[in-house]
């Protein structure tokens, strides 16, 4: 398997894709990073509001474009030849990230969330392209090797985003010149890698564009609807961003209040969450085969159960701790609990890659082509959906209800083995019926 990846990455089709891929994930999450930081922290003086709330708005503007724009942008990728519609997406984010360095420079928070917004709109517009674009540079049976290596990719690439903004805002010592030197630098990296990527195919340039946002957003979703397979695989996928922001939100905290340990812990377990994803993506081609099939999402549906109760019983068993917070040298020497914490969360990272890789190359294999940029839409506008009721679910569980986070953890664990047996009863036998054609 390794050597089938190493050529993919080797090949002119692929690798300009992967890095263009990467580097965005990689800006993304250096400047999100960069910008809790400077409010959690208040280097900019402009904070009107509580670090909470501020936070919270920094997130709800990222996510909102997808809800917003994900359907137009689906059809503006069917429509247009794919490389170009990237290359001219890369150098708005080289302009977006001129904003935010404005933003950062004069200490300017409202340009700040702008930038925030627009880096939003800009993932909105790429996100519909990346994955409809594979299909069509990849052969059928390189799907499964593509998509393992663009999730362990991009896990690879908000971990480093995270810690590269972290490490660069630390040590700059409020000076914030060298945190707009570094976004800027990596959108520059990034339209670099987006010029090697090879002319495409236009799916369906005669189709007229709807401007109509939620007229657009709501005939996407018909559409997919209209597919049983598709939109199935669409639920399945979103699942996992509900599941996947439950536990992640949450990380901080548990950090702080059950293991009493130190923001560089929350790095930690960061990490192993991370390249556990990136390990189980990579596993999926090995175990499961070349061909797009359905073999590892049940192993993935039942860790993503059993390590969910795993880390809730291991938090269970942490001793309550008192006067300084811990640091990650003591995550490894003040016992096994703490050994099973962080077991449990690299688990539930591989659990995690093992059930979203097939998913992924099951939803570009399995679209019309002449709409796979819409399904991607369609699947973004899910997401976004479930990732915002996971916020809910959370808020309504710890702060309404004060349930204590090991029993939030044990009811999304039950959630998802319920919701997974719902999804495979339904995908299996549609698997079987369906005869459709996969593209050379």
Not at 44 to 51: E, N, T
């Amino acid at each position: 398997m390794m050597e089938k990846n190493e050529s993919l990455l080797g090949t002119r089709r692929f690798l300009p894709m992967f890095l263009t891929q990467f580097f965005g994930a990689l800006n993304d999450n250096v400047f999100k990073q960069s910008l809790l930081l400077v409010i959690t922290y208040g280097l900019i003086q402009q904070q009107s509001a509580s670090v909470s709330t501020l936070n919270n708005l920094a997130a709800l503007l990222f996510i909102l474009p997808y809800f917003i724009f994900s359907a137009t942008a689906g059809q503006i990728a069917d429509k247009y030849e794919r490389s170009f519609l990237i290359r001219n997406i890369k150098l708005l984010e080289i302009v977006i990230m001129l904003i935010g360095s404005a933003g950062f420079m004069l200490g300017n928070l409202w340009l700040l969330l702008i930038a925030l917004f627009l880096m939003g709109v800009h993932s909105t517009f790429f996100g519909p392209i990346k994955y409809a674009i594979l299909p069509e540079i990849l052969k059928p049976k390189e799907l499964m090797s593509g998509n393992a290596l663009f999730q362990s990719g991009t896990s690879i690439a908000i971990l480093a985003g995270m810690i590269l903004g972290g490490t660069v805002i630390s040590n700059s010592h409020g000076n914030l010149l060298w945190i707009s030197l570094t976004v800027v630098f990596i959108a520059v990296i990034g339209y670099l890698c987006s010029c090697f990527i090879l002319k495409q195919n236009t799916s369906e340039p005669d189709l007229v564009i709807d401007w109509n946002v939620f007229k657009t957003t709501t005939d996407t979703l018909k559409y997919a609807k209209s597919i049983p397979l598709i939109f199935t695989i669409l639920l399945g996928n979103s699942w996992y961003w509900f599941y996947g922001a439950t536990y992640l939100t949450q990380i901080p905290q548990l950090t702080q209040q059950n293991l009493h340990a130190s923001e560089n812990v929350v790095s930690l377990l960061l990490t192993f969450f991370s390249v556990g994803i990136g390990v189980g993506s990579l596993l999926c081609r090995k175990i499961g085969g070349a061909d797009v099939n359905i073999k590892m999402v049940p192993l993935g549906a039942i860790g993503l159960t059993v390590f969910a109760f795993y880390l809730a019983i291991s938090l269970a068993f942490v001793p309550e701790r008192t006067g300084d917070f811990i640091g990650i040298k003591d995550m490894f020497t003040l016992g096994a609990s703490y050994y099973h914490v962080m077991i449990a969360v690299t688990l539930l990272g591989i659990s995690g890659g093992f059930y979203i890789v097939p998913l992924y190359a099951m939803m570009q294999a399995y679209s019309p082509r002449s709409h796979r940029a819409r399904v991607v839409a369609a699947n973004n506008i899910l997401n976004a959906v479930f990732m915002v009721s996971s916020a809910i679910f959370s808020i309504i569980i710890l702060s309404i209800l004060e349930i204590d986070i090991k029993i939030l953890f044990s009811i999304t664990a039950v959630l998802s083995a319920v919701f997974s047996i719902w999804l495979l009863m339904r995908l299996k036998p549609m698997l079987k019926t369906e005869k459709i054609a996969l593209e050379d």
